[in-house]
T-cell receptor, first 113, second 115 residues
Framework: NAGVTQTPKFRILKIGQSMTLQCAQD?????MYWYRQDPGMGLKLIYY???????DKGEVPNGYNVSRSTTEDFPLRLELAAPSQTSVYFC????????????FGPGTRLTVL | AQKVTQAQTEISVVEKEDVTLDCVYE???????LFWYKQPPSGELVFLIR??????QNEISGRYSWNFQKSTSSFNFTITASQVVDSAVYFC????????????FGQGTRLTINP
């Protein structure tokens, strides 16, 4: 199993540009999450999903959109990038039953200039 | 609302010293989970431990040990005989026990072990 994969690893955007951060997991996990980690801070939840077709806002959803058309994929969309979105983005997944720790991807480092 | 506080922003010790990382949490839930994650310089998040709020037994795993005290809402992490490879940022986190079990993280403690 590859676990949770994220692409790209690094990206530099100009203000106002759009992009999609990709996240995929091959563990058949129902739950998927997007977090952001600002410098020197802990992670904060952006959006999460409990299964295909179901998403919900976390603590800091403004400026982002998500979709969950399949169990495996959970992309995060930035429509109009702003410097405040400069951060490291982590995707995570968790099964519906059993072990309840979240499995994290390697992260995407995004800089908005 | 849930909250996790890690009051120690940075800790620096000499190799082989013991070090304790503090974690204090707030929640109105009667059932919840507590976690510790390690973030080495390479940036990934490594799961260390999960503790159910009903289980107040301390846990030891090699040089790592965790002290959970519900009475003081604390879940402290001790590294015994620290090593340079322990240098990392350590996060304490809290989640509800039901539903999506969204994680609430502390701000992290940067631990530096000097040779």
């Amino acid at each position: 199993n590859a676990g949770v994969t994220q692409t790209p690893k690094f990206r530099i955007l100009k203000i106002g540009q759009s992009m999609t951060l990709q996240c995929a997991q091959d563990m058949n996990h129902n739950y998927m999450y997007w977090y952001r980690q600002d410098p020197g801070m802990g992670l904060k939840l952006i959006y999460y999903s409990v299964g295909a077709g179901i998403t919900d806002k976390g603590e800091v959803p403004n400026g982002y959109n998500v979709s969950r058309s399949t169990t495996e994929d959970f992309p995060l969309r930035l429509e109009l990038a702003a410097p405040s979105q400069t951060s490291v983005y982590f995707c995570a997944s968790r099964p519906l039953e059993g072990l309840n720790e979240q499995f994290f991807g390697p992260g995407t480092r995004l800089t908005v200039l | 609302a849930q909250k996790v506080t890690q009051a120690q922003t940075e800790i620096s010790v000499v190799e082989k010293e013991d070090v304790t990382l503090d974690c204090v949490y707030e929640t109105r839930d009667t059932t919840y989970y507590l976690f510790w994650y390690k973030q080495p310089p390479s940036g990934e998040l490594v799961f260390l431990i999960r503790r159910n709020s009903f289980d107040e037994q301390n846990e030891i795993s090699g040089r790592y040990s965790w002290n959970f005290q519900k009475s003081t809402s604390s879940f402290n992490f001790t590294i015994t005989a620290s090593q340079v490879v322990d240098s990392a940022v350590y996060f304490c986190a809290l989640s509800e026990a039901k539903g999506a079990q969204k994680l609430v993280f502390g701000q992290g403690t940067r631990l530096t072990i000097n040779p």
